[in-house]
């Protein structure tokens, strides 16, 4: 059981806004940064937001990142079937868990 | 141009040891951390270990601990980890990546290898 709290499953279609929470604790959201990785099956992950809600240069300004206490969310607006694919929070932990701890990941379907 | 690429796919019997190599270039190796992370089949992403390029200084999570040995040559800007006394649940892809934070470890991973696949099968 992940320490990071996500949805299994999300989906939207083409051109919808969707998003996924991430639920933490003060030990690891609440008094740290989150970073959200983008899994495509048979790839390497890819850094799609850090530092809460920094996007690193080539990723679209379709994806957004916020956080609030200890939960955080991913936004994606003008949904495209390459979204596809499977999304991850990310924190440092200031317990026993971590140090670092990621989400179980949210399954994203394009309808 | 960063890259980081792994040694190649490893079948294992259980109870044997695994070194998996993560071979870095196009940055200064000593400067960022290296994590582990491995994702299982039907599982999602777990944060296995780092290692600190530039003094040797490793942490791995408590799951691992005893199990995971992280070492570096900075000689060729590479990472090792090797993973013991292997079962079935370790039969997952492992991935290295670099991880971004400045002056101490965040999970700022900017760079991942192509991944490791290593199966443990009798």
């Known amino acids: 059981q992940s320490v990071l709290t996500q949805p299994p499953s999300a989906s939207g279609t083409p051109g919808q806004r969707v998003t996924i929470s991430c639920s933490g604790s003060?030990?690891?959201?609440?008094?740290?940064?989150v970073y959200w990785y983008q899994h495509l099956p048979g790839t390497a992950p890819k850094l799609l937001i850090y530092?809460?809600?920094q996007r690193p240069s080539g990723v679209p300004d379709r994806f957004s990142g916020s956080k609030s206490d200890t939960s955080a969310s991913l936004a994606i607006s003008g949904l495209r079937s390459e979204d596809e694919a499977d999304y991850y929070c990310?924190?440092?932990?200031?317990?026993?868990?971590?140090?670092?701890?990621f989400g179980g990941g949210t399954k994203l379907t394009v309808l | 141009q960063v890259h980081l690429v792994q040694s190649g796919t490893e079948v294992k019997k259980p109870g044997a040891s695994v070194k998996i190599s993560c071979k870095t270039s196009?940055?200064?190796?000593?400067?960022?951390?290296i994590h582990w992370v491995r994702q299982a089949p039907g599982q999602g992403l777990e944060w296995m270990a780092w290692?600190?390029?530039?003094?040797?200084?490793?942490n791995t999570a408590r799951k691992f601990q005893g199990r995971v040995t992280l070492t570096r040559d900075t000689s060729i800007s590479a990472a090792y980890m090797d993973l013991s006394r292997l079962t079935s649940d370790d039969t997952a892809i492992y991935y290295c990546?670099?991880?971004?934070?400045?002056?101490?470890?965040?999970?700022?991973?900017?760079?991942w290898g192509q991944g490791t696949l290593v199966t443990v099968s009798s």
């Open positions: 990546t670099r991880d971004l934070g400045d002056d101490y470890p965040q999970a700022w991973f900017d760079s």
């Open positions: 196009g940055y200064s190796f000593t400067d960022y951390y």
């Open positions: 290692i600190n390029p530039s003094s040797g200084g490793t």
């Open positions: 003060t030990l690891d959201i609440g008094s740290n940064y």
């Open positions: 530092r809460n809600n």
């Open positions: 990310a924190s440092w932990d200031d317990g026993l868990s971590g140090p670092v701890v």
